[in-house]
């Protein structure tokens, strides 16, 4: 039986207890809870961007990806005294306002990070996501799938980001002012799922039941509403290849790259490199849109 480990850490003048810290929780890429925990510290700045004030879900894998794992939105208790609450709809989410809290929630095993796509006492959204969900596990055509979208969104004069989900699928970010509702992105969403989906009936489908989906990919806008979640850009995920949902550039969509290359082995050198791209692309003028649809 392996011996428990336990010692602690001093993170802005909180002390975190840290146990285990050799568990593997990635063992294809040989990485241990203590490697986790220094991997989400160089990611905080750029993951607690699109976590913060939001209600957060997180998923834990005690005994590292492959193990056993269950969704966590109820605050464990007892928690410590530095980790804030929000209590809606009877559930006592866990506030993920810090690298403290961050770090707490990496020792607990949580390997994956999904807040609400609104703010905490808001119901409306943050930003504009379109969630391109692959039917196929292995899905060659989804850089293509999500180069189309691209282009629609720019034809309409809007800025857009993808980034990889960190599994089979790929999210287009359109940044958005505040005050834009959820319907009236589904309302624009519906168009251009509509459009090309039309144009592309090969290669897209608007069908919600993966069932008869066949082997289509399908163009979820849906998904982006108050109550519902998507993996926060930058969260790692609990992939053999210990991947990490990356921002990308329109250049490497084309080139076609796989959600795979990006890792939490890599990730670092990538956001020295590149920054953070949402951040980079100003609110888009979803309005004129949303005007002329109606």
């Known amino acids: ?20 810290p050799d568990k593997l929780l990635w063992p294809e890429r040989g990485i241990t809870k203590r490697i986790y925990l220094e991997k989400l510290a160089a990611l905080s700045p750029y993951l607690l961007r699109y976590c913060q004030k939001r209600l957060l879900t997180v998923i834990r894998y005690p005994h590292g990806v492959g193990g056993m794992s269950f969704y966590q939105k109820n605050a464990p208790d007892p928690l410590p005294p530095f980790v804030q609450t929000y209590t809606q709809d009877n559930i006592t989410y866990i506030v993920l306002e810090g690298l403290p809290e961050l770090l707490w929630l990496g020792n607990l095993a949580a390997l994956e990070f999904h807040p609400s796509l609104h703010y ?11 969630d391109l969900d692959p039917s196929l596990e292995i899905e060659p055509r989804i ?30 970010i359109i940044p958005v002012k505040p005050g834009v509702t959820f319907l009236e992105l ?10 090309v989906t039309e144009k592309y009936p090969g290669l897209f489908t608007l069908e919600r039941l993966k069932k008869d989906r066949g082997d289509k990919i399908y163009f979820d806008y849906l998904q982006h509403f108050g ?18 949902s990356t921002p990308l550039t329109w250049a490497e969509v084309d080139k076609d790259v796989a ?36």
């Not at 959600?259 to 956001?271: G, M, Q, S, W």
Request: glycine share 10%.
């Open 1 to 20: 039986m392996p011996v428990s480990v336990k010692g602690s850490i001093t993170i802005h003048g909180q002390t975190l207890s840290i146990t285990n």
């Open 120 to 130: 905490i006492g808001s119901d409306l959204p943050c930003e504009w996501m379109i």
């Open 143 to 172: 850089m293509e799938a999500a180069s189309i979208v691209g282009r629609v969104l720019s034809s309409l004069g809007l800025n857009s980001v993808p980034k990889t989900s960190g599994a089979t699928g790929i999210q287009i």
């Open 186 to 195: 589904r309302k624009i969403g519906h168009f251009v799922g509509r459009f």
């Open 227 to 244: 109550g519902k979640t998507l993996a926060a850009p930058y969260t790692p995920r609990a992939r053999p290849l210990a991947t990490v």
């Open 259 to 294: 959600p795979t290359d990006f890792h939490l082995l890599n990730i670092e050198e990538r956001l020295g490199r590149l920054g953070d791209l949402i951040e980079k692309v100003p609110p888009q003028p979803v309005e004129d849109i949303i005007r002329q649809l109606k």
